[in-house]
């Protein structure tokens, strides 16, 4: 396929995709993806060669998640156990402990993200200096004057910005459908990075561009092509 000569090697932020809890976690009764689950996702990023990332601190967040809905259903079951009793025998065994669970669900998101050739990024070179900066200053995730609530939101985005700075991306894409983000905010922190970071708030509208640039990726090869052939 040709070519283009008027983007520079990296600047296309599609190339680089990089997805917050709101768009990886699913059902928190199952295993289940989200939204990054779609499979039109991964074939419009397979087909454009586009590499998706997930900070690993959103896999600790979906595992705490789901450990809070179970215990819920293991409350839940032991109150009708108890209601019942006097007409039938109800048992539960074979109670895990938290660690267990949270380890048993980190391996389980772990494991779907392979079926999307996902790449799990750590949070590690993200430092505490840096998000009380961001805290100190209010910007977005930190957005409330009397309650800078936002610590792992602020985590997420500057770990992407750190991976990129560090991998030497010039653009990526962040998704994310937390309203505490704030676009103006992202794009600040992009430039002290040195670069471009289109958000998005929704997966399923980036898929849609995806797969616009792949229709327009195959025509124009297409194109090519055919110029091959007559010339």
Same mark, same amino acid.
């Given at each position: 396929?040709?070519?283009?000569? @008027?983007d ?7 190339? &680089? ?23 039109r /996702? ?14 690993? /601190?959103? =896999?600790?967040e979906?595992?705490?998640? #789901? ?5 819920e259903?293991?409350?839940d079951a032991?109150?009708?156990?108890t #209601? ?8 539960? +065994?074979? +109670? ?10 980190? +391996? ?6 392979? &079926?999307?050739?996902a ?7 993200v430092? =505490?200096?840096?998000?009380l900066? /961001?805290s100190t ?6 957005s409330?004057?009397d309650?800078?609530?936002?610590? &792992?939101?602020a ?8 991976y990129?700075? /560090? *991998? *030497?991306?010039r ?9 505490d983000?704030? +676009?103006?905010?992202? @794009? ?6 040195e670069?471009t970071v289109?958000? @998005? ?5 980036l898929?849609?561009?995806? @797969?616009?640039?792949?229709a327009?990726a ?5 194109d090519?092509?055919?110029r091959?052939?007559t010339?």
């Open positions: 396929m040709p070519s283009s000569k @008027e520079p090697p990296g600047s296309n932020p599609y190339l &680089h995709l990089f997805f917050d809890t709101t768009e990886v976690a699913g059902d928190p009764d199952s295993s289940s993806l989200g939204r990054i689950g779609i499979d /996702l991964a074939d419009a990023a397979k087909f454009l060669g586009s590499k998706i990332y997930v900070p690993d /601190l959103v =896999l600790e979906i595992a705490y998640r #789901r450990l809070r809905r179970l215990r259903r293991i409350k032991k109150e009708t156990a #209601r019942v009793k006097a007409y039938v025998s109800v048992r539960i +065994e074979k +109670e895990r402990t938290d660690d267990e669970l949270i380890a048993m669900f980190r +391996e389980e998101t772990k494991g779907q993200l392979t &079926h999307v050739s790449t799990v990024i750590s949070v590690g070179p430092t =505490l200096q840096k998000v900066e /961001l200053r209010r910007i977005p995730p930190f409330k004057a309650d800078p609530t936002g610590f &792992h939101d985590v997420v985005l500057l770990s992407v910005l750190e990129a700075k /560090l *991998q *030497q991306f653009a990526c894409t962040f998704v994310s459908n937390d309203r983000y704030a +676009e103006w905010a992202i @794009e600040k922190l992009a430039r002290e990075y670069l289109v958000f @998005e708030t929704d997966t399923r509208p898929i849609e561009k995806l @797969e616009r640039i792949r327009s195959s025509q124009a090869e297409a090519w092509l055919t091959k052939e010339d």
